[in-house]
């Protein structure tokens, strides 16, 4: 049995586009979410459970991520003009997110996004990660401490909004 | 915060969990605070980068002014260069250019009438 990458496109690129963007922002996202199916269609997809093959494919976009970070460090890019007059209530909070998940240690960061954003299980992200379930949970726990210390003030204003409970995404 | 609070992101992650620490958790005050903080925090992270995405960030008009200069700058040059082209153009056209070469009658010349042979 092989597994077309044409599919697994298809299948994950929503996720993986969604991770990059809250993992190394929305003008990098898409590149670097083709990029992953460059390596995919370079590379022997393993043969597994659909949760593995997921997990696997998570661990190459992790690593493509932090590529790009440690490239960023090494060049870092002219900060982008913007004018804070003409950005939007909801453009502030999602920069003080971005912030705030910039100021995680990279490994609680992207156990975080991978659970909070992609909806992966504790299983599947350690696999990604390289770290046992427990693990997970305690860092996926730590980052959200730390997030609801920096994003105090967004969070009181959420606490206002009617709000559904919504576990593990599909 | 205290690590009894883990139970309480195995809950919302629909993970695998105590009941019993769950329940613990939420006895107190704190636990059912960051309950509530957890649930606000995930609906920030899976709405706002959809709206910031639906919204670019706009660039001010001063960002963008060295960039309408130059435009203005290529536009003005070749208007200005059309509008010569035609005037130098107009200016050919009205008056004859001046002879390069004179040719002189041959002393034998002469004038004949039209029609008649001499």
């Not at chain 1, 502030?92 to 156990?111: K, S």
């Amino acid at each position: 049995m092989t597994v077309d990458p044409e599919a697994l496109f298809a299948a994950h690129h929503h996720r993986l586009y969604k991770y990059f963007c809250r993992a190394v922002g929305p003008d990098t996202a898409r590149d670097l979410t083709q990029d992953v199916f460059l390596k995919v269609t370079r590379t022997p997809i393993p043969v597994a459970a659909e949760g593995e093959v997921r997990a696997w494919l998570f661990h190459v976009a992790r690593n493509l991520a932090l590529d790009h970070h440690r490239q960023r460090l090494r060049r870092p890019e002219p900060s982008e003009l913007t004018d804070e007059g003409a950005r939007t209530a909801s453009q502030d909070v999602d920069l003080a997110v971005n912030e705030a998940l910039a100021a995680l240690p990279d490994l609680d960061r992207d156990v975080f996004l991978m659970r909070e954003v992609v909806g992966l299980g504790y299983e599947e992200i350690g696999r990604a990660c390289g770290l046992t379930p427990d693990a997970v949970r305690s860092r996926i726990h730590r980052a959200r401490l730390q997030l609801r210390e920096r994003l105090a003030s967004p969070i009181a204003t959420r606490r206002t909004i009617p709000m559904r409970h919504s576990g593990r995404q599909t | 915060m205290s690590d009894r609070h883990e139970v309480i992101s195995a809950f919302l992650d629909d993970e695998p969990f105590d009941s019993n620490a769950l329940a613990e958790a939420l006895s107190e005050p704190a636990g059912r605070e960051l309950l509530i903080d957890l649930l606000a925090l995930r609906h920030l992270m899976r709405t706002e980068g959809k709206e910031a995405a639906a919204q670019p960030v706009r660039r001010p008009w001063r960002a963008s002014l060295p960039a309408l200069v130059a435009a203005a700058a290529v536009l003005l040059a070749l208007v200005g260069g059309y509008l010569a082209g035609e005037r130098r153009g107009e200016l050919a056209m009205s008056a004859a250019p001046p002879a390069t070469r004179v040719v002189q009658a041959p002393a034998a010349w002469k004038d004949v009438r039209s029609g008649r042979m001499p």
